[in-house]
Nanobody
Framework: QVQLVESGGGLVQPGGSLRLSCAAS???????????MTWYRQAPGKQRALVAR????????NYDDSVKGRFTISRDNANKAVYLQMNNLKPEDTAVYYC????????WGQGTQVTVSS
């Protein structure tokens, strides 16, 4: 079955950086390449919200306004992975970050905690 596993979260001081990874299994290279990949986050007491998305065909990206210029989403179809480079982190970026793969079905990872605090 399809599985997404996130990693790279942790505790970081304001202004710091983290790189999240999401590794997919149970998909062929071709199938993974067809999926739109999205990072979401859910802060305590808030709904899950889109952070960044990268398309399947041409790698077109879009971001929530709150992270534009600080976060970068990328994908490596050969290794069936998607990444989120997060720079200049702020306390309001604290959340559980989830990876989602969408094509004919929607798949979610288990999430990775990111805490930004001094």
């Amino acid at each position: 079955q399809v599985q997404l596993v996130e990693s790279g979260g942790g505790l970081v001081q304001p202004g710091g950086s983290l790189r999240l990874s999401c590794a997919a299994s149970g998909l062929t290279f071709s199938a993974f390449s067809s999926h739109v990949m999205t990072w979401y986050r859910q802060a305590p007491g808030k709904q899950r919200a889109l952070v960044a998305r990268i398309s399947s065909a041409h790698g077109v990206t879009n971001y929530d306004d709150s992270v534009k210029g600080r976060f970068t989403i990328s994908r490596d179809n050969a290794n069936k992975a998607v990444y989120l480079q997060m720079n200049n982190l702020k306390p309001e970026d604290t959340a559980v970050y989830y990876c989602n793969a969408l094509y004919q079905a929607s798949y979610w990872g288990q999430g990775t905690q990111v805490t930004v605090s001094s």
